[in-house]
Structures are given as C-alpha cells and as structure tokens.
C-alpha cells in the first residue's frame, strides 16, 4: 500500500523561499504530483515527477528521489498568495493513467508579511 | 468551457437521507473520480471509473455507489446518509493518455449530515 507523510503546517516570510517535504512509503507508484488547494477552493495542479530529479517551473520547483522515497515542492520569492495547502500524490502501480490518485494530508503554508 | 461542473455546492440532510451528488464534464475525458476531503486526512478516492459502463472501488467506497453511464457525468449517490459522511466531496477528471495527466478539480459539495 501507501502510505505519504506530510508536514501539516508552515509558516514563510514574504520575498523567501520554502521547501515542503513529502516522503512515501510504497510498493511503487507511476508519478507523484503537487497540487495546490487555496481554502474553500478546489485544488489545482502544480507539477509532476516520474523521473529522479529536480522539474523547475517559473517560481515552482518540484524534486523527486525514488531510491530515497523523497519528494519536496520548493517555492520561491514568496508572495501572500502562495498561502495555501500543498497537497501531495501518487499514481499507484500498475494502474496507469486512470485517474487514481493517493493523496497525502497536505501542508498549510501561511505566508507572513 | 464549464470544465468539472458539481452540483449542488452545499446540502444539508439528515440521517437515513439518501441522495445523488451530481458531476458533470464537457472535456471528453475518459477518467472520473470522486474524492471526500476531511480536516487532517487529505484528498480520500472513493469511486472512480475509465469510461462509460466501467466503474471501481477506490480507499473509502462504503456507503457510496456510482455509475458511468455516459462519458460527461459521474454522478455519486448516498443511499442512507451518516454523520461520519459529513465532508466536502471533490469530482474530478482527466484525459486518456500514454502517461499520467494532471487531474482537474470541480468545485467542491460542502455536505453536513446531522
């Protein structure tokens, strides 16, 4: 099965950058992808590893380490609007593009001025 | 484009309530999945299904049912409806592709059950 941890709260200052972990515990997965979730709102897709190592994305950047069961979302240049949750998920295996995901708990990162 | 339409965004039943939590989608897209969001538990799968006529069981089925009868709708349905249902239920849809494809969210059901 799988199992994925997230920190459950964050807290950044405006202009800085932040690292939010996601580490797995699984037989394997497909991808593992960000998703970004403002509150009352619905979340909305960020990035997606398949292969080891770092995708980069405007101020968005997304690492994946399969050998280390290891993911993290690094933000940077932090503005107020980055306050939201990051949610965490993989594709498990051997289901293909099915729109089966396990989602993590999800990281609430509040960005102070 | 609507892309994942949800209706209705708020409802309130009681105990023993049944009722259909519809979804629609205007994309074309193959795959559709219900979720249940829960303070501290993330996104759960419920359902989910890779076409019309084809469903399957995802984390947390009991107590819901679903049926694809078309590509566009998804519709999710609570029989006898429990406090511990209580939850804000995500649709969501994505294209069939060779790889994985970025899943897209509609706005949520806000749903209380007393």
């Known amino acids: 099965g799988q199992n994925i941890d997230q920190p459950t709260e964050m807290t950044a200052t405006e202009g800085a950058i932040v690292q939010i972990n996601c580490t797995y515990q699984t037989s394997g997965f497909n991808g593992l992808f960000w998703y970004q979730q403002h509150a009352g709102e619905a979340p909305t897709f960020l990035s997606y590893?398949?292969?080891?190592g770092l995708e980069e994305k405007g101020r968005f950047s997304s690492f994946l380490s399969r050998s280390k069961g290891y993911s993290y979302l690094l933000l940077k240049e932090l503005q107020m609007k980055d306050s939201a949750s990051y949610l965490c998920a993989v594709s498990p295996p051997r289901s293909g593009n099915t729109g089966k995901l396990i989602f993590g708990q999800g990281t609430t990162l509040q960005v102070k001025p | 484009n609507a892309g994942v339409t949800q209706t209705p965004k708020f409802q309130v039943l009681k105990t023993g309530q049944s009722m259909t939590l519809q979804c629609a989608q205007d994309?074309?897209?193959?795959?559709m999945s219900w979720y249940r969001q829960d303070p501290g538990m993330g996104l759960r799968l419920i359902h989910y299904?890779?076409?019309?006529?084809?469903?399957d069981q995802g984390e947390v089925p009991n107590g819901y049912n679903v049926s694809r009868s078309t590509t566009e709708d998804f519709p999710l349905r609570l029989l006898s409806a429990a406090p511990s249902q209580t939850s804000v239920y995500f649709c969501a849809s994505s294209p069939r592709r060779d790889s994985d494809q970025p899943q897209h969210f509609g706005d949520g059901t806000r749903l209380s059950i007393l």
């Open positions: 590893n398949v292969l080891d």
């Open positions: 994309m074309n897209h193959e795959y």
């Open positions: 299904s890779v076409g019309a006529g084809i469903t």
